[in-house]
């Protein structure tokens, strides 16, 4: 039996087509990227690159598809090649484990990727990593803040000119704008308010820290939001491949 057979009724043999032939990078696997690259292998995308330079930890496990009390401690770009071959063998999977900044792009970034999907939390990676791929003619699917959040149906997608409430993006846009971007660019983001109902404890902190960029507080999260998040993503990445 086809396996994209559900796929193919609902959307048409064309878009199929379209989809199998597709070329998708997504940087970033943790809450968001895990969910949306998740819908993208399922879809029957045929390239995924997968970007990301972390390992699974046990903070991780309340949000993320491949944190699991067995993969703690293991690369998280790996395990998400493992679990896309799983879903779709004829899925051509580039690991990337690697960090995203100015200088990895050049060799993470290509002419023949279909779409971008930035699922990266860190700020001037995602301005760097949007920033590239327009300044290359590259479609990019954006998240926006996730953490803070409980209610799904606040998730609105729109283009970034459009996002509102939300302080990363408000953020990601000056910092666009002062390189010159405005609009283009898909957006994925909440109207609601963020809310921690207690501050964290030091010892839970741990995702917190990195050998790269700054360490910053970690932020209250749930599945269901960035779990949200990532299949809006993926849902209009299949869109910009399938449409005329």
Request: with cysteine.
């Amino acid at each position: 039996m086809n396996q994209f057979a559900r796929t193919e009724q609902l959307l048409g043999l064309e878009a199929m087509e379209k989809i199998k032939n597709a070329r998708v990078a997504v940087f970033g696997l943790g809450a968001v990227g895990s969910f949306a690259t998740e819908a993208l292998a399922r879809a029957g995308v045929g390239y995924l690159r997968l970007v990301d330079f972390d390992r699974v930890d046990a903070s991780n496990i309340n949000r993320q598809l491949y944190a699991l009390n067995s993969t703690i401690g293991r690369k998280k770009a790996k395990l998400a090649r493992e679990r896309v071959c799983d879903i779709n063998p004829l899925c051509k999977v580039d690991v990337q484990d690697t960090f995203v900044n100015a200088e990895s792009l050049t060799d993470l970034l290509s002419r023949d990727l279909d779409v971008v999907v930035d699922a990266i939390d860190g700020l001037n990676s995602k301005v760097n990593l949007i920033f590239s791929a327009v300044s290359m003619g590259l479609p990019v699917v954006s998240s926006m803040g996730a953490g803070g959040k409980t209610d799904i149906s606040m998730i609105k997608t729109g283009d970034i000119s459009q996002t509102c409430v939300c302080p990363l993006a408000r953020v990601v846009r000056q910092r666009l704008h002062r390189r010159g971007v405005y609009e283009g660019i898909r957006c994925v983001y909440s109207i609601e308010k963020a809310l921690n109902k207690q501050p964290y404890k030091q010892a839970d902190a741990v995702d917190a820290l990195s050998t790269h960029g700054r360490s910053r507080p970690p932020i209250g999260t749930i599945a269901w939001v960035p779990g949200g998040f990532g299949l809006n993503m993926a849902s209009e990445v299949v869109t910009i491949i399938t449409r005329p």
